[in-house]
């Protein structure tokens, strides 16, 4: 399944490991925000997370200072361990709780 399936903040957790509690938040600190056209210090207001099949984090939601809809890229997938993890999450969500949401995909 070549889409991105939703997530909760746990999962993103399970996914970074030691890495949650300071890269987390420095990504949603450091998103780029159209609107506002500044250097990408915006903070996303997270709405949806979102897991893609390379084993990326998507943090969509809002700009804080503008209100801007907005997404930070988040990229786990690059780390062999972070990507373990991530299609760990996929497989048992899809295979098993089946509880989830699916946006995008290669028709
Ligand atoms: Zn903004």
């Given at each position: ?44 207001i997270v709405e949806q997370l979102w897991l ?56």
């Open positions: 399944m070549y889409v991105d399936i939703s997530i909760s903040e746990e999962d993103v957790q399970l996914i970074m490991g030691s890495r949650f509690r300071r890269a987390y938040p420095q990504a949603l600190q450091s998103a780029h925000c159209p609107h506002c056209r500044k250097v990408d210090d915006a903070t996303v893609n099949p390379a084993g990326d984090i998507l943090a969509q939601g809002n700009c804080a200072r503008c209100g801007h809809s907005i997404e930070k890229f988040i990229e786990t997938g690059i780390d062999p361990q972070q990507y373990d993890q991530a299609m760990a999450i996929r497989e048992y969500k899809i295979e098993v709780s089946k509880d989830y949401k699916v946006r995008g995909g290669k028709n």
